[in-house]
């Protein structure tokens, strides 16, 4: 007997696609380890991320009520999650009245798709784009070439990045893994007429980038590009782009057609409410008062700026995310990296290890949150373990998101699915945690277990335990890489053997019964 097609529609998954750039080949600790070896890294790492933090410190010391814009900060983007919907048909409706076009993308193909076939009828062979960490998550450069249009980056640093053939590894400064020498390199391999002789002075670098990139904006057969945005305000269908070099603006101001992908959380409900972003976001990236270019444009205008605009509203997982009580505040994410720039795993891993297009602590709770952790070799189950649990994310972020707890909550999530899965929940810390927690729930087993420890170290020579085999769950990893000082006397046994001493050496007034010593007189009164 035949099947009937009965052309019921397929529901596509809640999480991102799969296609999406947000999960690596591999878990967090073996990528990690690879990049750990790398020196120039770890130096170009500790140069950028401490000059940034120091001009951060310093801005936001002016400013005396910072406390309470960050949490009201925190209160518009609670606002935003407990009232997405009506906000994004609110969106909808001002950018439509403004003269814009609206399309809705359920994930990373529809996205890629819409842009593609808008690029496509307008004839366009190369789109410039700006800075877009959507467009990067969704694949967009790699989906237009597939259709024979070249996307070409206006940012100095996403054009370092695509003309190396490398990715991002932070989210404000994307090439932080590269230093001048490398990207005098990367130029003169692919950029045609370069000069052989120019230096990596940061000033000729610049200059060869903007000769670049001017020509491609005097030359744009088709005329588009593409943008993500920083904000989008619902009650005026304006959007908010703001950078640091003016060739965003550029690519926002001379195309025919502008199209703008944005994610369904950067919604913000009012126009007033920028005041608060715009002092918030600026101070913790890229630690100024005010970014260099601020642009902010709505709709068409005849004889102004593009003739056609284009708002593609992604969603990719955000739905996912939203539907989390535990992690929803991920989506609260303003994407300044003040996060990154604080954290000590960070700092010496880079971005690359965690294998999405957000890096990071916010990268550790986005990914997993937007994709799903499947299973025990789902490289972003190990994302939530990226993290020394130290809190310095949660006091720099600029509207509060307390990433501690929601990585204590993936990892829980992690642990529970694994318990869940028959076979899965024997990992060297499933047992070792296991064990431990059995030690620590009997008095008499813990209280032998440290007495004895002290004893058995003074049989090994020197202050500290060597390295220990493999074979042994958990400790040999730390024994890799740190000292493991030799345990010395249990707190029980010093403290039985203190009070023998005063038993043998009693003091005045140190047993019942005893003589108190006399009271001093009050300060200020002569003694009798």
Same mark, same amino acid.
């Given at each position: 007997?035949?099947?009937?097609?009965?052309?019921?529609? *397929?529901?596509?998954?809640?999480?991102?696609?799969?296609?999406?750039?947000?999960?690596?080949?591999?878990?967090?600790?073996?990528?990690?380890?690879?990049?750990?070896?790398?020196?120039?890294?770890?130096?170009?790492?500790?140069?950028?991320?401490?000059?940034?933090?120091?001009?951060?410190?310093?801005?936001?010391?002016?400013?005396?009520?910072?406390?309470?814009?960050?949490?009201?900060?925190?209160?518009?983007?609670?606002?935003?999650?407990?009232?997405?919907?009506?906000?994004?048909?609110?969106?909808?409706?001002?950018?439509?009245?403004?003269?814009?076009?609206?399309?809705?993308?359920?994930?990373?193909?529809?996205?890629?798709?819409?842009?593609?076939?808008?690029?496509?009828?307008?004839?366009?062979?190369?789109?410039?784009?700006?800075?877009?960490?959507?467009?990067?998550?969704?694949?967009?450069?790699?989906?237009?070439?597939?259709?024979?249009?070249?996307?070409?980056?206006?940012?100095?640093?996403?054009?370092?990045?695509?003309?190396?053939?490398?990715?991002?590894?932070?989210?404000?400064?994307?090439?932080?893994?590269?230093?001048?020498?490398?990207?005098?390199?990367?130029?003169?391999?692919?950029?045609?007429?370069?000069?052989?002789?120019?230096?990596?002075?940061?000033?000729?670098?610049?200059?060869?980038?903007?000769?670049?990139?001017?020509?491609?904006?005097?030359?744009?057969?088709?005329?588009?590009?593409?943008?993500?945005?920083?904000?989008?305000?619902?009650?005026?269908?304006?959007?908010?782009?703001?950078?640091?070099?003016?060739?965003?603006?550029?690519?926002?101001?001379?195309?025919?057609?502008?199209?703008?992908?944005?994610?369904?959380?950067?919604?913000?409900?009012?126009?007033?409410?920028?005041?608060?972003?715009?002092?918030?976001?600026?101070?913790?990236?890229?630690?100024?008062?005010?970014?260099?270019? *601020?642009?902010?444009?709505?709709?068409?205008?005849?004889?102004?700026?593009?003739?056609?605009?284009?708002?593609?509203?992604?969603?990719?997982?955000?739905?996912?995310?939203?539907?989390?009580?535990?992690?929803?505040?991920?989506?609260?994410?303003?994407?300044?990296?003040?996060?990154?720039?604080?954290?000590?795993?960070?700092?010496?891993?880079?971005?690359?290890?965690?294998?999405?297009?957000?890096?990071?602590?916010?990268?550790?709770?986005?990914?997993?949150?937007?994709?799903?952790?499947?299973?025990?070799?789902?490289?972003?189950?190990?994302?939530?373990?990226?993290?020394?649990?130290?809190?310095?994310?949660?006091?720099?972020?600029?509207?509060?998101?307390?990433?501690?707890?929601?990585?204590?909550?993936?990892?829980?999530?992690?642990?529970?699915?694994?318990?869940?899965?028959?076979?899965?929940?024997?990992? *060297?810390?499933?047992?070792?945690?296991?064990?431990?927690?059995?030690?620590?729930?009997?008095?008499?087993?813990?209280?032998?277990?440290?007495?004895?420890?002290?004893?058995?170290?003074?049989?090994?020579?020197?202050?500290?335990?060597?390295?220990?085999?493999?074979?042994?769950?958990?400790?040999?990893?730390?024994?890799?890489?740190?000292?493991?000082?030799?345990?010395?006397?249990?707190?029980?046994?010093?403290?039985?053997?203190?009070?023998?001493?005063?038993?043998?050496?009693?003091?005045?007034?140190?047993?019942?019964?005893?003589?108190?010593?006399?009271?001093?007189?009050?300060?200020?009164?002569?003694?009798?």
């Amino acid at each position: 007997m035949s099947t009937v097609d009965l052309g019921i529609p *397929t529901v596509r998954p809640q999480h991102a696609s799969p296609s999406s750039h947000l999960r690596g080949q591999r878990g967090f600790p073996a990528a990690a380890r690879d990049e750990l070896a790398d020196e120039t890294l770890r130096g170009n790492l500790r140069h950028a991320t401490s000059t940034i933090q120091g001009k951060r410190a310093s801005v936001v010391r002016e400013v005396r009520d910072w406390q309470k814009l960050r949490s009201a900060g925190s209160a518009l983007k609670w606002q935003v999650t407990d009232h997405l919907p009506e906000l994004l048909e609110q969106l909808e409706e001002s950018v439509t009245a403004a003269g814009g076009q609206v399309h809705w993308a359920r994930d990373a193909e529809e996205a890629g798709e819409i842009v593609t076939a808008l690029a496509l009828e307008r004839g366009a062979q190369e789109v410039l784009k700006v800075k877009s960490m959507a467009t990067q998550e969704i694949g967009l450069n790699e989906a237009l070439a597939a259709a024979g249009i070249r996307a070409v980056e206006s940012d100095l640093a996403e054009l370092i990045v695509q003309l190396a053939g490398d990715t991002p590894s932070h989210i404000l400064v994307p090439a932080i893994h590269r230093n001048r020498a490398e990207i005098r390199e990367i130029f003169l391999a692919s950029m045609p007429d370069l000069d052989p002789s120019i230096t990596d002075e940061p000033a000729e670098l610049a200059e060869a980038a903007r000769r670049f990139l001017r020509e491609k904006f005097l030359d744009m057969p088709g005329s588009v590009a593409v943008s993500g945005a920083n904000f989008a305000v619902a009650d005026t269908g304006t959007l908010v782009v703001v950078e640091s070099e003016g060739n965003g603006r550029m690519c926002l101001t001379l195309p025919k057609t502008l199209i703008s992908v944005v994610g369904i959380e950067k919604i913000v409900p009012s126009f007033q409410d920028l005041e608060v972003f715009l002092q918030l976001l600026p101070r913790s990236s890229t630690g100024e008062r005010m970014n260099p270019y *601020t642009t902010l444009f709505t709709g068409v205008h005849e004889g102004d700026g593009p003739e056609e605009f284009h708002l593609v509203l992604l969603d990719n997982g955000r739905t996912a995310v939203l539907a989390d009580p535990e992690g929803r505040s991920a989506l609260h994410c303003i994407r300044c990296s003040a996060c990154l720039n604080v954290c000590p795993v960070y700092q010496r891993s880079g971005g690359h290890a965690y294998g999405s297009t957000y890096p990071g602590p916010i990268g550790a709770i986005l990914s997993p949150l937007m994709t799903g952790m499947s299973g025990t070799d789902d490289p972003n189950s190990t994302l939530p373990y990226a993290s020394s649990l130290c809190g310095a994310c949660y006091d720099v972020c600029p509207v509060k998101i307390d990433i501690p707890s929601v990585l204590v909550h993936l990892r829980a999530e992690d642990v529970d699915r694994r318990r869940e899965t028959r076979g899965d929940f024997h990992g *060297t810390w499933d047992v070792a945690l296991k064990g431990a927690s059995r030690l620590m729930s009997s008095p008499r087993a813990y209280d032998l277990a440290v007495r004895s420890a002290g004893p058995l170290a003074k049989a090994l020579p020197g202050k500290n335990i060597g390295r220990l085999p493999g074979i042994l769950p958990v400790i040999p990893g730390w024994t890799d890489h740190r000292d493991l000082p030799k345990p010395g006397t249990s707190f029980r046994s010093w403290w039985d053997q203190h009070r023998k001493e005063r038993a043998q050496h009693p003091v005045v007034g140190d047993r019942p019964g005893s003589a108190a010593p006399e009271d001093p007189a009050p300060r200020g009164e002569e003694q009798s």
